[in-house]
């Protein structure tokens, strides 16, 4: 099969962490490979996420067709003594690379990125909002980012949803014309999951072999509902006072969140906070149960990799999530702002293995047959290449 025309494309993103970064991750790995023809920028955000300068450093050293640029000014808040500079260093990094393609990431990154192509007349420009800024606030400000986000709807080629709940959410907001929605629901690699042991995730988070366990991987941060879990974990161990809860990420809340726990009396030993983990996806298999209480999602890869690994999963009722999860089949849905629901929900998997058992032979099935990376990464590179 002939080798396909060389191409530019350029990635525009702000947020550099979590599923976003992981998203990135995977388009990186495989539209850098020679057959694919791509050469390739990366214009990116700093917040300061760990590991992930290290890692674009060693990506361009490995690839000669990639180069990056970090653009410091380029963050989530609105602030216009941060956002023009932040836009005249993207206009120019376009300018100077000429790309074929731009395909940008999450709000900032997308509105400022979708901004400087269309002055530049760049022709194909794709987006993927991962989470739409309207979600995440209410009122004046949430009608104000619906505004902005209509707007920059109009400078795009496609708009790439990444599960089909924030598809319907586009449509239900009249944010663009549907036949420019395209879904592209995030996925895992095809490649076998690691294949570490319960003992030895259980080693690494220095917790004993015998026991419950409810883990929770996310940033500690509002849009992760991480006071919920911090008063479901309260509300749990009051039938269950032998159950641990581990939450693994870092974030602004963590000092909060801990004072928190201490408020409601949950002992030191029974919850743990991990702060940031590079091997968080080995960490999976210490846990009875994996849980999520998200205020608003895009679609988590945390249940994906929880799935893959057999642990079953509690996850709150909002878009995103429901896209992942079936309810009573491939685990167990709670509703949103109810830590009791999510106590409930918890012990209820906690309490009976033939349920933990049933959720997760259906999980294994849904996360391999759905969410396929292959799919993924066709549906890309069909937006890439159009005329293939």
């Not at 895992?188 to 409810?214: C, F, I, N, Q």
């Not at 909002?318 to 999510?342: F, K, M, Q």
Request: hydrophobic share 40%; net charge positive; aromatic share 6%.
């Amino acid at each position: 099969m002939p080798q396909p025309p060389l191409q530019r494309l350029c990635y525009v993103c702000e947020a550099t962490e979590g599923g976003v970064r992981k998203h990135l991750r995977d388009l990186l790995r495989v539209f850098l490979r020679a057959e694919e023809n791509f050469e390739i920028l990366g214009i990116f955000g700093d917040r300061g996420e760990k590991g992930f300068a290290d890692e674009v450093a060693a990506l361009a050293a490995q690839h000669p067709n990639f180069r990056y640029a970090i653009v410091p000014e380029l963050r989530r808040p609105i602030n216009p003594l941060r956002d023009w500079p932040a836009y005249a260093r993207i206009r120019g990094l376009l300018r100077e690379f000429r790309p074929d393609i731009v395909h940008t990431h999450s709000a900032k990154g997308g509105f400022l990125g979708r901004k400087a192509s269309r002055a530049l007349g760049i022709r194909r420009v794709i987006h993927t909002p991962h989470v739409f800024p309207f979600q995440m606030s209410g009122g004046l400000r949430g009608r104000v980012y619906l505004a902005l986000e209509r707007h920059a709807a109009r400078l795009c080629s496609a708009l790439v949803c990444v599960g089909p709940s924030q598809r319907a959410c586009a449509l239900e907001r009249r944010l663009c014309a549907p036949e420019k929605l395209v879904v592209i629901r995030n996925a895992l690699d095809s490649a076998p999951p690691p294949t570490g042991s319960r003992t030895e995730a259980r080693r690494r988070l220095k917790l004993g072999e015998t026991g419950l366990v409810v883990g929770m991987v996310a940033r500690l941060a509002p849009q992760k509902g991480v006071g919920r879990f911090v008063r479901a974990a309260a509300l749990v161990l009051k039938q269950l006072p032998e159950s641990t809860f581990v939450l693994v990420g870092g974030g602004p809340l963590e000092a909060e969140l801990r004072a928190r726990a201490a408020t409601l009396g949950v002992p030191p030993e029974r919850f743990r906070i991990e702060g940031h983990r590079e091997d968080a996806h080995e960490l999976y298999p210490a846990f009875d149960v994996l849980a999520l209480s998200s205020l608003y999602e895009g679609l988590p890869y945390v249940l994906l990799e929880a799935m893959a690994r057999g642990v079953p999963v509690v996850a709150t009722d909002v878009p995103g999530t429901n896209d992942v999860v079936v309810d009573e089949e491939t685990g167990l849905l709670a509703r949103v702002n109810d830590e009791s629901h999510i106590a409930r929900q918890i012990v209820r998997i906690l309490a009976d293995p033939a349920l933990r058992t049933r959720l997760c032979a259906a999980s294994l099935e849904r996360v391999r047959t759905v969410f396929s990376f292959e799919d993924f990464i066709r549906g890309h590179r069909a937006l890439y290449r159009p005329e293939e």
